[in-house]
C-alpha cells in the first residue's frame, strides 16, 4: 500500500495519528472490512425494506458500536396490539412514507439508513438508553455520540414526513423530498358531495327557496369556523397525537401543556366549548329580540347566560393551563 493509499485508510477508519504504524496496518484493514461488511448488510436490509427492523444485538452491532461512516435514524416505538398505541401506529405511517421517499430517490445512498426497533423485539435497548416513552425518533451520527438535538422534538413539532426531513436535513445536509402515495380519498369524497348537492338540486328544481334560508348558511358558516378558531388546520399541517398517555402511570392528557403545541382531542375540546358559548349568545339574542311571553324570554335568558359563564370560563381554564402567568380566570 502506498502512502497515498495509507493516508485515505488511516481517514477512512478514524485512526489518531499516534498510532498510525506499520504494525497497526493489518488492524486497520480488519476494520475497514468488518465497516464494509456493514454497510454492505445495511444496503442489502435497505433493498428489501426501507425502515430496517432491529432487535436488541442488531442494534448494539450495526447502529452503537463502531467503526461506522453512515448515519442511521431510528424509531423507537411499541406496535404491538397489546400495547395499544395508536399514535405508534400514526407515526409508524408518516415514518415509512419518509423512508420509501429516501429509498427510491435518486440521491438515495449508503450514509443513511432509516431503521425501527420496537419495545417487544428490544425491551433492552429501551433501558440502556432510559426510554420510557414511545414513539421517539433518534439521529445516530457517524461520528460522536448523539446530542440533545439528535432526539426529535415530537411533542412540540408532530410526526409529519416533512417535518422528520427538515430535522434530518438539519442534522444530517442529506436532503429527501417526501413523495406521497396518491390518496383519492379526498376526490372521491368531493365527488360524493358535488353529487349529493346536485341530486338534492334536481330533485329540488321547482322550489329552491331553501337555497336562500339564512340560517342554513349560518349554521354552515359557524361548522367552519368552529373548524378553523379549534386548530384543525394546525392539525392538518403538524400532524399532532390524538393525546398522551404517560407510560410511568398511565394517565392520559388531552390537553398539551406548552402554548406550542396541541393534541387533537384538545382542538375538539376547543370546537365543543366554542359552540357552547355560541349557542349561549344566540340564546341571549333570541331572549333580547323575541316577542313571546316574558317568563319564557326570561328563562332562555337565564339558560344562555349560563351557558357562556360556565363555558366561557372552562375556556380561559384551559388558557391559563397553557399560557403560565395569565392572570385572569
Avoid at 489518531?16 to 504494525?23: K, Q
Avoid at 475497514?32 to 448488510?41: A, F, I
Avoid at 417526501?178 to 390518496?183: E, L, M, T, W
Avoid at 373548524?227 to 398522551?244: D, K
Wanted: proline share 4%.
Amino acid at each position: 500500500v502506498g502512502t497515498r493509499g495509507k493516508k485515505s485508510l488511516w481517514k477512512l477508519v478514524n485512526v489518531p495519528t499516534v498510532i498510525r504504524s506499520p504494525l497497526c496496518l493489518s488492524v486497520c484493514l480488519c476494520l475497514q472490512n468488518l465497516l464494509s461488511e456493514k454497510v454492505d448488510q445495511m444496503m442489502e436490509w435497505s433493498s428489501r425494506r426501507s425502515v430496517v427492523r432491529m432487535n436488541g444485538d442488531k442494534f448494539r452491532r450495526f447502529v452503537k458500536a463502531p467503526p461506522r461512516n453512515y448515519s442511521v435514524i431510528v424509531m423507537f416505538t411499541a406496535l404491538q396490539p397489546q400495547r395499544q398505541c395508536s399514535v405508534c401506529r400514526q407515526a409508524n405511517e408518516e415514518y415509512q412514507v419518509l423512508a420509501n421517499s429516501w429509498r427510491y430517490s435518486s440521491a438515495f445512498s449508503n450514509k443513511l439508513f432509516f431503521t425501527v426497533v420496537d419495545y417487544d423485539e428490544g425491551a433492552d435497548v429501551f433501558q440502556q438508553l432510559n426510554m420510557n416513552s414511545a414513539p421517539t425518533f433518534m439521529h445516530f451520527p457517524a461520528k460522536g455520540k448523539p446530542k440533545r438535538a439528535d432526539t426529535f422534538d415530537l411533542q412540540r413539532i408532530g410526526f409529519a414526513s416533512e417535518q422528520l426531513a427538515k430535522w434530518i436535513a438539519d442534522r444530517t445536509d442529506v436532503q429527501i423530498r417526501v413523495f406521497r402515495p396518491p390518496n383519492y380519498s379526498g376526490t372521491i369524497a368531493l365527488a360524493l358531495l358535488v353529487s349529493l348537492v346536485g341530486g338534492l338540486l334536481y330533485l329540488r328544481r321547482n322550489n329552491l327557496e331553501f337555497i336562500y334560508n339564512k340560517t342554513g348558511w349560518a349554521m354552515a358558516a359557524l361548522c367552519v369556523v368552529f373548524a378553523m378558531t379549534s386548530g384543525q388546520m394546525w392539525n392538518h399541517i403538524r400532524g399532532p397525537p390524538y393525546a398522551h398517555k404517560n407510560p410511568q402511570n398511565g394517565q392520559v392528557s388531552y390537553i398539551h401543556g406548552s402554548s406550542q403545541a396541541q393534541f387533537v382531542a384538545e382542538s375538539h375540546i376547543i370546537l365543543l366549548l366554542n359552540a357552547a358559548i355560541t349557542m349561549g349568545m344566540v340564546l341571549l339574542n333570541e331572549a333580547a329580540t323575541s316577542k313571546g311571553d316574558v317568563g319564557k324570554r326570561r328563562i332562555i335568558c337565564l339558560v344562555g347566560l349560563g351557558l357562556v359563564v360556565f363555558f366561557f370560563s372552562f375556556l380561559l381554564s384551559i388558557f391559563r393551563s397553557k399560557y403560565h402567568g395569565y392572570p385572569y380566570r
